[in-house]
């Protein structure tokens, strides 16, 4: 039993008046020759639910100023109205058929409350779910699921029956389409998501954690420690030292006491401090030099990456004006197609000028910038190592002054005394700054300490929640074989009742959930834009929709179809097993299920047997526009043209 999910009419409000359709039976066909506003109907429904870009013919986005969709899903009846304005468009009208009550408005985008929400609750499923990816060692908590990725199981649009389902061609959407296709059916939920976007973001926390580990690593080997131990043996012998160098001193000073004068002892109290400040100064110049060293190393790298990027720059534009005369792909030759100007022959897209924003210029700019960041960090390190060196320079001129002073006034009296009290303080000063130095190196070796203990709770944390998603999953293994198979034997009935000529053999992947023709996925077996590839696109969303109406799944039961026969013009016999398989679904369980076709025309012995809404040039879609005539309106073109 699918989830009840029908459009029942579609409403627009246009320049000249007021445009409608109803969908009241099971399978609707919208018929007539190309270019009368088919797909732009198709396309505005898809605006109407907020699933996405949608592409709008002119006559849309110049003559239409609301569409009004009225749908059921489950047993709730809505109104949704949306304009077409760009800026009114944002905001979405909503009314409970059922009470005729209008609720409060809701919007097309992030903000709340927001038609996506709206939608995904009507659905039973909630708007924070996120698609991470489950194979290799992403860090991404994956992007949100919306309606608008639902809508891609609901809607088969035009450019894209003769080339892909669901945007499958996409790698990096791959994630989120099998994510959206297990909801659907039920092979996960939303607390399996859930999970799975936790290990995705510890991935990064434990990458990060690596790196810390590393680096804090690499500044403790150079300090030349081995293990936390031995630091706290130098420590402890460097306050030995610094305590036998204070009982020295008091000696010395009991000693010096009765012979030394008030002058004398204030210098050698500023000759102490001098000398201690000179180790001091030393040492800030050692680290802004190693600061500097640092900075150096960075900018030689990111130097690196922009002369890659140079390079890559460069081989565009050797590139660039080579002229194709045959497709560098399939070898056809490109000299009698016609091209309009400032287009690329090969794949008719818009030339890039000199100007065009691309993303290697971005990052370009943002490594020139970290360059220029890093220049800028270099001379203020400069700077400093130069007032460090002078602060050296000023205080060894100190001691030299102080010590001349004071040899000068003790040179009769104090010494031999004075002497062993320099070389006291000396090895005081020395143990000092020894002490501060290991007392660094062993808050790293903590450091180390507390980042492995956090990489070990992490990938603890992580192994629990793996177990947990496993646990899941296993509960729900048994749906998931029983499931597939019936998927799989479902398409591979639909596949022979369809007669596509191409097609040897057929079956379902369990693990893409995509069509496996002659043994190989889909689109590596069927040319793009043949009619193979339709007839194979309707056996899939066929199956889907049996398949989980056989197996009660809350599976939304409306399918739209832009444009099947435009490839099978002259596969009649495939053409009419289409029609008959559409027609055999709905009719299944009368209401239960709805599918909307655009078409160019039926096969004569169908067109009596479900409803069919015909249009012309003279009777557009949007008929209250007259329509220029053939040849004169901008078609929607499939994304192969």
């Known amino acids: ?326 497709c560098p792909r399939c070898m056809q030759s490109l000299s009698g197609r016609e091209v309009t100007p400032d287009c690329c022959r090969v794949c008719l897209q818009p030339e890039l000028g000199p100007d065009s924003p691309s993303a290697d210029n971005y990052e370009a700019q943002q490594l020139e910038l970290q360059l220029a960041e890093m220049a800028d960090q270099a001379d203020a390190t400069i700077s400093h190592i130069e007032r460090a060196q002078q602060a050296v320079v000023d205080r060894e001129s100190l001691i030299l002054k102080l010590t001349e002073t004071l040899d000068l006034r003790t040179s009769n009296r104090v010494t031999p005394r004075l002497q062993a009290f320099s070389d006291a303080t000396g090895q005081l000063a020395t143990a000092l700054t020894q002490q501060e130095q290991l007392e660094a190196v062993l808050r790293q070796w903590d450091r180390v300490t507390d980042i492995e203990r956090e990489c070990e709770s992490l990938k603890a944390q992580q192994d629990r929640l793996k177990f947990d998603i496993g646990s899941r999953k296993a509960r729900l293994a048994l749906r998931r074989r029983e499931l597939l198979a019936a998927l799989d034997e479902e398409f591979r009935k639909t596949v022979s009742d369809l007669k596509i000529a191409t097609v040897k053999s057929a079956s379902f992947d369990g693990e893409s959930y995509l069509p496996i023709i002659n043994g190989k996925v889909f689109t590596k077996t069927l040319m793009s834009g043949g009619g193979q590839m339709t007839a194979t696109q309707i056996a899939y969303w066929a199956t889907l929709m049996e398949v989980s109406r056989a197996a009660n799944i809350a599976y939304p039961s409306l399918l739209i179809i832009d444009g099947p026969r435009l490839a099978l013009n002259t596969a009649t016999e495939t053409c009419e097993a289409i029609y008959e398989r559409l027609n055999q679904l709905v009719n299944e369980e009368p209401g239960r299920i709805q599918v909307l076709v655009s078409d160019n025309e039926l096969p004569p012995e169908y067109q009596t047997r479900f409803t069919q809404i015909t249009f012309d040039y003279l009777h557009p879609t949007v008929y209250t526009i007259p329509h220029p005539g053939e040849g004169r309106v901008d078609v929607i073109a499939s994304a192969d043209e």
Do not use: W
Request: net charge negative; charged share 30%.
């Open 1 to 326: 039993m699918t989830l009840k999910f029908r459009v029942d009419a579609l409403t627009l409000h246009t320049a000249e008046g007021v445009v409608s359709y109803q969908f009241s039976s099971d399978l609707t066909v919208l018929a007539g020759p190309t270019g009368v506003g088919k797909t732009t109907l198709l396309e505005l429904l898809k605006y109407g639910f907020g699933a996405g870009e949608a592409r709008l013919a002119s006559v849309a986005s110049e003559s239409v100023n609301d569409i009004i969709l009225d749908v059921t899903i489950n047993d709730e009846r809505l109104r949704i109205a949306r304009s077409l304005d760009a800026v009114k468009g944002k905001k979405v009208r909503i009314t409970d058929l059922s009470s005729n009550q209008r609720l409060q408005d809701h919007f097309v985008g992030d903000d709340e409350p927001s038609l996506n929400t709206l939608l995904l609750r009507k659905l039973g499923l909630p708007s924070d779910i996120r698609a991470a990816a489950t194979k290799g060692k992403s860090s991404k908590p994956g992007n949100r699921v919306t309606f608008g990725d639902i809508f891609k199981y609901l809607y088969v649009p035009q450019y894209a029956i003769n080339r892909d389902i669901a945007d499958s061609r996409d790698s990096y959407y791959s994630p989120k389409r099998k994510a959206v296709f297990e909801l659907l059916f039920g092979l996960t939920d939303p607390e399996i998501l859930g999970l799975q976007s936790k290990v995705a973001i510890l991935n990064g926390s434990i990458d990060n954690s690596d790196t810390q580990l590393k680096t804090v690593l690499e500044f403790l080997r150079d300090s030349g420690t081995q293990n936390r131990e031995q630091v706290e043996e130098q420590l402890s012998s460097a306050l030995n030292k610094q305590e036998a160098s204070r009982e020295l001193l008091d000696s010395l000073r009991e000693e010096l006491d009765p012979v030394v004068d008030r002058q004398t002892q204030a210098l050698r109290d500023l000759l102490t401090e001098a000398e201690r400040g000179l180790a001091e100064a030393r040492a800030v110049t050692l680290d802004y030099i190693r600061q500097r060293e640092e900075i150096l190393a960075e900018r030689r790298r990111v130097q690196g990456d922009l002369a890659r990027l140079e390079r890559m720059r460069d081989a565009g534009a050797r590139l660039a004006d080579i002229e194709f005369l045959v």
